[in-house]
């Protein structure tokens, strides 16, 4: 497992990950977070407060080893 800055690169991911966990939310019928502007994430990235978790070579979305970006 390594831990590393998100970069730029990673915006369209980052939303992808956003767009599940509020689904599940809402199926759980739960408060969902808001849409956020893509603007905060990058200042997030810019200002080194974004990571991602790779595991394997991958970037896993949530638990479902289904959806993973392959990095390797």
Not at 6 to 23: G, K, L, Q
Not at 58 to 69: A, E, F, P, Q
């Amino acid at each position: 497992m390594t831990i590393l800055n998100s970069d730029i690169n990673d915006v369209p991911t980052i939303f992808e990950m956003y767009r599940v966990a509020s689904a599940y939310m809402k199926s759980k019928n739960q408060v969902s977070w808001p849409d956020f502007p893509r603007e905060l994430v990058e200042t997030e990235i810019y200002e080194k407060r974004q990571w991602k978790i790779i595991i394997d070579d991958c970037l896993h979305l949530g638990n479902d080893t289904k959806r993973r970006i392959d990095l390797g």
